[in-house]
T-cell receptor, first 113, second 110 residues
Framework: DTEVTQTPKHLVMGMTNKKSLKCEQH?????MYWYKQKAKKPPELMFV???????INESVPSRFSPECPNSSLLNLHLHALQPEDSALYLC????????????FGQGTRLTVV | KQEVTQIPAALSVPEGENLVLNCSFT??????LQWFRQDPGKGLTSLLL?????REQTSGRLNASLDKSSGRSTLYIAASQPGDSATYLC?????????FGAGTILRVKS
């Protein structure tokens, strides 16, 4: 099983809303990632968790708040987003060793209105 | 700064052709290089992973090569099919980060 599951698939939220994106994997991976992808652009790294601890934050605005409650789950909490935050949000996982393969989920298409 | 570049940006070929997609990277301190496929509005599907110590990997009609010294990787697709139409992304692994190229949009015409 090489599946990373993201929910919801689509999300529309207002600028004053609070919502969360969820990511789950059961491959025993201890590194999990959030990427943001704008239309016709490559994915850009947002956060990296290693052994459930935040190891990289790519200077992401505080309106995005990641959480890794256990080794299988990764959440991204959203609050007071702007329309320019509309994008495809991708979750990925891998073994912690740096030469290992990364597996991506199908993404959450977020629209901020 | 680590940068990954892909050429061409778009490619249109008739069905059955063999084709090559190119990827170059500025920093040779790469742990591995991974090729992905992305269909419109979808996530990334891993196609091939080449470790920094390897020169080549094959999976079915796909063959990927890696030359660290020149900072290049190629993805060779044999006997292309309309179902191969997608965006192909290469990504270099630096530490815990994947640095992506902008992708090549491939269209295979039937």
């Amino acid at each position: 099983d090489t599946e990373v599951t993201q929910t919801p698939k689509h999300l529309v939220m207002g600028m004053t809303n609070k919502k969360s994106l969820k990511c789950e994997q059961h491959m025993g991976h201890r590194a999990m990632y959030w990427y943001k992808q704008k239309a016709k652009k490559p994915p850009e790294l947002m956060f990296v968790y290693s052994y459930e601890k935040l190891s990289i934050n790519e200077s992401v605005p505080s309106r995005f708040s990641p959480e890794c409650p256990n080794s299988s789950l990764l959440n991204l909490h959203l609050h007071a987003l702007q329309p320019e935050d509309s994008a495809l949000y991708l979750c990925a996982s891998s073994q912690v060793e740096r030469n290992t393969e990364a597996f991506f989920g199908q993404g959450t298409r977020l629209t901020v209105v | 700064k680590q940068e990954v570049t892909q050429i061409p940006a778009a490619l249109s070929v008739p069905e059955g052709e063999n084709l090559v997609l190119n990827c170059s990277f500025t920093d040779s301190a790469i742990y591995n290089l991974q090729w992905f496929r992305q269909d419109p509005g979808k996530g990334l599907t891993s196609l091939l992973l080449i470790q920094s110590s390897q020169r080549e990997q094959t999976s079915g009609r796909l063959n990927a090569s890696l030359d660290k010294s020149s900072g290049r990787s190629t993805l060779y697709i044999a006997a292309s099919q309309p179902g191969d139409s997608a965006t192909y992304l290469c990504a270099g692994k630096y530490g815990n980060k994947l640095v992506f190229g902008a992708g090549t949009i491939l269209r295979v015409k039937s």
